[in-house]
């Protein structure tokens, strides 16, 4: 038990987060595929909205053509880079019965499958996700972001990214009672689409919905991010949307300690 309240100490994170680097990175190919597949789509979605605002602009007053595909491009480009295997290894590890040996493992399996993610999450930031912003500003003809956007940026990202690894983590618990994760998987996946603003921008959902929308953890995966570094807000918006990603961690992580406690006293895994 002690070594598993240890799961915290930077040495043993820091451990963690670089044997998942160099397994993250012995798939180098599949990130270099990954970064120009997603060059290709954010290529696509440029002219996709440059002909919707040529033909409609006029009726498109909640955003103008840089904000619509900024949002939706900066969107793409997360949502590549948050995409994890974590449901799949999960539910895999337990219909081959490998779950056994890392429940009995002297160490939090939450924490330990948080960190574990979190260096997979890395090298894809590095190789797809700076790059491919950087794309984004030059379509857009460079516009200049403040010091300030990119910072709040980086930490609401940051905090994306952490919510979005829980949401898949409370997804992989499934397997421990459904033993396929698939159909669920496939669910968690068209409702944050939708919802988190990332197909659509939020800013053309109907008011009611969209401020419904804004205090869910849909919307701090994507939307809050690029919020923060497309438009200038005041210092006390983005502290707040800072806050509330951060509430979501909190609440979340709480539910995923406590549903992994009760999911592995209740774990029916193959072989014993």
């Known amino acids: 038990m002690e070594a598993k309240s240890n799961m915290t100490k930077p040495k043993i994170v820091k451990s963690i987060l670089k044997i998942a680097i160099k397994r993250s990175l012995n798939f180098r190919t599949h990130c270099l595929i990954s970064f120009f597949s997603n060059i290709t789509i954010v290529i696509f979605i440029y002219f996709f909205w440059k002909v919707i605002y040529t033909e409609n602009g006029s009726l498109l007053i909640a955003l103008d053509f840089t904000g619509a595909f900024t949002f939706v491009a900066i969107a793409n480009v997360l949502n590549v880079v948050f995409r994890t295997s974590l449901v799949y290894d999960n539910s895999d590890a337990l219909i081959r019965g490998n779950i056994a040996t ?41 516009f200049i972001i403040s010091m300030g956007n990119m910072i709040f940026f980086i930490l609401s990202a940051i905090c994306g990214l952490l919510i979005s690894i829980n949401i898949d983590y409370i997804t992989s618990i499934l397997a421990f009672k459904t033993e396929s994760v698939w159909g669920v998987s496939i669910l968690k996946d068209t409702i944050i689409s939708v919802f988190s603003g990332m197909i659509i921008p939020l800013a053309f959902f109907p008011e009611k919905i969209s401020s419904i ?7 701090s995966i994507y939307n809050t991010p690029i919020d923060l570094i497309a438009n200038d807000r005041n210092m006390m918006y983005k502290f707040t949307s800072i806050l509330i990603q951060v509430l979501w961690i909190v609440i979340i992580s709480f539910v995923n300690k406590w549903v992994t406690k009760i999911a592995v006293k209740k774990a029916s895994i193959n072989g014993g």
Do not use: E, M
């Open 213 to 219: 929308l804004r205090y869910t953890p849909l919307v």
């Open 102 to 142: 890392d429940l009995i493992k002297p160490y939090n399996f939450y924490f330990y499958t948080i960190y574990k993610t979190i260096g997979y999450v890395i090298p894809k930031i590095i190789i797809i996700g700076l790059p491919s912003i950087i794309i984004i500003f030059l379509l857009n003809g460079f």
